[in-house]
């Protein structure tokens, strides 16, 4: 937690963090819906700030490197668990999100300060490559339950990774953790 | 004699003139006023403060929906037609949009749900009638559009949360 306060304050965004709140939640596996608000509403405060500082390159390395460590999580379970489809999609659908990572990186090309991680993010995504979502729409329908729309939704995706590229994309994950963190 | 009832009727006729003067004065003041003030509010009423509507949104999040993000939606007196957002949604999580305007109900304020191929899949108006949220059980993982749109909106303003559950 001290280390969280520390990188924080280095980079003048101290002040979002009440890390006793967040060390006393942290603690308690029950409270991890009052974790999720807080660290939720601290992200996007945090986002208007930097956007607001001119500094929202910021915000998408947060981003960038809390995703990075849940995906690095995510991988060293399902290579102990490389019979767990389930694991092995979740994995998959990320390149979903690599994408749209990478749509962000694009506005910062002329940002020495991204360009390394974005040289890596790429050696990423060609991890990614191989893996192909395959995408079914079919038409939703919807009743309306208590005041709220419920929709079925009948589209489909099937997500094709194999435990091959679940390696390859952990060794490329960790690759760049140890760069960031070395 | 007949000299001051002349006067006094001069007299008279000067005060009626006077009250008459006095009051178109106020009659004129009052216009202004009133114009003034509908003006003011006039100016009041085009201000969206859909960042506090927004807010507001969150907590409506009911049946164990966690909070993803807060939208504003500001149609700017209805010169912008739609607002829209992305979001990657992913299948096996459950997704719940609401609305919020002033006043009771989703003011004219819809939300429409459309997939990575722009088909479709969840509107908050249902047989014409304004529903305040939507819930989605996502099947199928990708990026969504999220739409605000305005239908009879009296104001052009509102906010909206996105939450999630397992």
């Given amino acids: ?97 690599l994408e749209q990572i990478l749509l962000l990186f694009s506005f910062y090309e002329s940002d020495e300060n991204m360009a390394s991680l974005l040289s890596e993010l790429k050696e990423l995504e060609a991890a990614f490559s191989k893996i192909t979502i395959t995408y079914t729409y079919k038409e939703s329908s919807m009743e309306v339950v208590n005041g709220v729309a419920v929709i079925k939704d009948n589209s489909t995706t099937t997500i094709d990774i194999t435990e091959e590229d679940v390696r390859n994309i952990m060794a490329k994950t960790n690759s760049i953790r140890n760069k960031i963190i070395s | 004699m007949c000299v001051t009832s002349w006067q006094k009727q001069i007299l008279s006729e000067t005060k009626s003139l006077a009250n008459i003067v006095l009051d178109m004065k106020k009659i004129y003041l009052s216009v202004v006023l009133v114009f003034i003030a509908s003006w003011g509010s006039a100016g009041l009423v085009g201000q969206c403060d859909a960042d506090n509507l927004s807010n507001a949104c969150i907590p409506k999040l009911s049946g164990g ?102």
């Fill in chain 2, 65 to 166: 929906f966690n909070f993803l993000k807060s939208y504003k939606i500001d149609g700017e007196g209805g010169t912008k037609d739609k607002v829209e957002y992305s979001y990657v949604f992913t299948k096996g999580t459950q997704y719940m949009i609401n609305l919020c305007a002033d006043g009771n109900g989703p003011d004219g304020l819809v939300v429409s749900l459309y997939d990575s191929q722009r088909n479709k899949v969840a509107s908050s108006k249902v047989n014409g009638q304004f529903i305040s949220a939507i819930a989605y059980p996502c099947n199928a993982t990708g990026i969504y559009y999220i739409q605000y749109t305005f239908d009879g909106s009296a104001t052009y303003c509102g906010g909206s949360a996105l939450g999630f559950k397992r």
């Fill in chain 1, 1 to 97: 937690m001290s280390s969280i306060k520390s990188l924080a304050n280095q980079l003048n965004i101290g002040q979002f963090f009440d890390i006793e709140t967040i060390g006393r939640l942290a603690t308690n596996s029950k409270n991890l819906d009052s974790l999720l608000l807080i660290t939720t509403q601290n992200f996007n405060a945090i986002n208007h700030y930097l956007q607001q500082q001119n500094r929202s390159s910021l915000s998408v390395l947060l981003l960038t490197g809390g995703w990075l460590e849940a995906m690095q999580v995510t991988c060293q379970v399902a290579s102990s668990n490389p019979s767990h489809k389930e694991l092995r999609e979740k994995i998959g659908e990320q390149k979903i999100t």
